[in-house]
């Protein structure tokens, strides 16, 4: 029977998930859907981060469609976001592609049996469909910070140390996948919410960044596309802050632009 594996986020999948069932803690927006079908994974159940801006949060299975790759999102708040493990032991299907579908794969149905079903699919050939520019600078002026966009918080490198970066990734805690500091680390960072999701792990990472020193911040996933930092800088709304955001001035209801302004001034001394 085809393999079925959990893990954390799909930014860890490689050739080694080929034709294998995945149950993957990351949103089902579209860049989460391009990793799935560039691992070569059979089939893959993803979280829908409360549907959001858009449908962002399930925007990946018609992605996937059209490869004919079967998947499901998960309703947000019966399991965990970035949390395989839990999504297959208490997820219940929100969404299902086609493909699934075809499988029998129906929304309330559990995620395992969901899993079950999709290890019948054939797999599918060919390439995944492409993906554009996922990291990029969003704003430069003399002698502030650099304020950059990532459509995922596994784009963020160390050269980012020192800038505000501007995420579409959730902002949770992996469940079991080692939690690593943020590379740089940036000055600071924002995040999507998904809906705070099943015990409020769409923003659990937020105080372990209050450790790394680092102002961090959530937008509500009602007011941005998770996935698509363009849209996050463009129409996100603070939800959620760290304390050290707090401490900056940032509070719920702040747009972007207000949110990197009162970042900046905490290095410029304004």
Not at 62 to 82: G, K, Q, W, Y
Not at 112 to 135: C, I, V, Y
Not at 209 to 233: F, N, P
Request: aromatic residues 4%; charged residues 20%; hydrophobic residues 45%.
């Amino acid at each position: 029977m085809t393999e079925m594996i959990c893990v954390d986020t799909v930014t860890v999948l490689g050739p080694q998930h080929r034709g294998k069932v995945v149950i993957g803690g990351s949103h089902g927006g579209v860049y989460a859907a391009y990793l799935a079908a560039k691992a070569g994974v059979r089939a893959v159940v993803l979280h829908n981060a409360g549907i959001g801006k858009d449908s962002a949060g399930i925007s990946g299975l018609a992605f996937l469609d059209a490869i004919n790759m079967p998947a499901v999102t998960l309703e947000h708040m019966s399991a965990r976001i970035a949390d395989g493990e839990d999504q297959l032991a208490r997820g219940i299907l929100s969404h299902v592609n086609q493909a699934a579908g075809a499988l029998g794969c129906a929304v309330g149905m559990t995620c395992r049996e969901a899993a079950r079903r999709m290890a019948k699919a054939l797999q599918w050939e060919g390439a995944a469909p492409e993906f554009g520019e996922s990291r990029f600078r969003i704003r430069k002026r003399e002698g502030e910070p650099e304020v950059w966009g990532v459509d995922s918080t596994a784009l963020v490198v160390p050269d980012d140390k020192g800038r505000v970066m501007i995420t579409a990734s959730h902002g949770a805690r992996f469940g079991s996948l080692k939690n690593e500091p943020i590379p740089g680390p940036p000055l600071a960072v924002i995040f999507n919410d998904a809906g705070g999701s099943a015990d409020n792990s769409g923003f659990s990472r937020l105080s372990a960044l209050d450790r790394e020193e680092v102002i961090a911040a959530t937008v509500a996933a009602m007011s941005a596309r998770i996935g698509d930092s363009r849209s996050t800088w463009k129409t996100g709304v603070i939800s959620h802050t760290n304390a050290r955001a707090h401490a900056a001035g940032i509070i719920e209801g702040d747009d972007l632009l207000t949110f990197a302004d009162k970042v900046i001034a905490t290095v410029k001394g304004d």
